[in-house]
């Protein structure tokens, strides 16, 4: 898979890490886990394939999008198709970036997924019709940036983005402190930032602390899972396999000898009890159909 990747001037670059263009002949995969990471992203397809989301690793469909589509705040993982992936642009926001551009709470997309129509109404078909008959890469960045420009039409409350400076520094800081530190009753700041960053502010810290979690087993092949707990602010062991769990649909192990395409982006392999046992005949997936590369059949399944 190709990448391009452009950072915004301001003040798109308040609210917007990076805006990204992916191209790929072919994944040997039909299926992809994307495991939270606290942030909301723009997802604008390419190609002529909806992309499409699933109940589960295996499950049936859930969605699919023709158009652009908003990907909310998870807290637990999701299964998207890797068909859009052949050609697909995006924005991945930060924390709480993403309210700006929705003229509304950000609770919405909390757990979901939902058009851009939603938000932007014929704004956002007449962007897709212009990124689609676009010639290049940096006309379709410069129409993406024109078309964020045209819907910025909030600011996030000056506390909430101290608040969430602060939980990415130290997911571990005690909710209460923090809010009176900002000047804000317990109530207020609750309301505030679920509004701005689509879930309370102690959800946000879970997110954060996993996300750390995941870049701290970065190439590692064995894990001291009870130092790592110590050293990310759960509690024990016992209490980052239960979150790990919860937000991941795996054990902390199963996803240290998992394929990873990049940190929150898992392959979804076929049943190892389903691949054909005849090394000389084409392999199909499963859960697409697809005719597998003999590279893609020799892992078991990726949960």
């Known amino acids: 898979m190709f990448h391009t990747f452009r950072v915004p001037g301001p003040p798109l670059s308040r609210y917007i890490s990076e805006l990204w263009i992916a191209s790929s002949p072919g994944l040997p ?14 997802v604008i397809p390419l190609t002529d394939n909806p992309a499409t989301l ?11 999008f023709t158009g652009p589509f908003i990907c909310g705040v998870h807290t ?15 924005a991945s926001f930060l924390p709480g970036g993403s ?10 997309l909390h757990n979901e997924t939902l058009n851009l129509a939603e938000f932007w109404g014929d704004r956002s078909l007449t962007l897709h019709e212009q990124l689609l008959a676009a010639t290049d890469d ?21 506390a909430v983005t101290e608040a969430v400076a602060r939980l990415s520094l130290n997911p571990a800081q005690r909710i209460s402190p923090l809010a009176n530190e900002l000047g804000l009753g317990q109530r207020r700041f609750q309301q505030i930032f679920t509004d701005t960053v689509g879930v309370p502010p102690k959800v946000f810290a879970r997110l954060q602390r996993f996300t750390n979690l995941l870049y701290r087993t970065t190439n590692l092949q064995e894990a001291d899972w009870s130092l790592l707990a110590l050293d990310n602010g759960y509690y024990d062991q016992a209490h980052l396999i239960r979150e ?24 979804i392999l076929p049943p190892a009890e389903c691949v054909l046992a005849a090394p000389a005949m084409p392999k199909q997936n499963p859960v697409c159909g697809d005719i597998l590369p003999a590279a ?8």
């Not at 637990?76 to 995006?90: A, F, Y």
């Not at 940096?138 to 000056?158: D, G, V, Y």
């Open 244 to 267: 790990f769990r919860a937000m991941s649909g795996m054990t902390p192990e199963t996803y240290l000898r998992s394929e990873r395409r990049m940190i929150h982006h898992m392959p």
């Open 76 to 90: 637990r993982d999701i299964t998207i198709d890797t068909v859009t992936q052949k050609h697909v642009m995006g």
């Open 138 to 158: 940096a006309q379709r960045f410069r129409l993406l940036e024109s078309a964020l420009l045209q819907q910025l039409i909030l600011s996030p409350h000056p």
């Open 296 to 303: 893609a059949t020799s892992g078991s399944r990726a949960a």
């Open 99 to 108: 309210q700006p551009f929705l003229g509304g709470s950000s609770r919405v």
């Open 54 to 64: 699933y109940e589960g690793p295996y499950g049936a469909r859930k969605a699919h």
């Open 29 to 42: 995969f039909c299926r992809e886990r994307l495991l939270p990471d606290g942030r909301a992203t723009l």
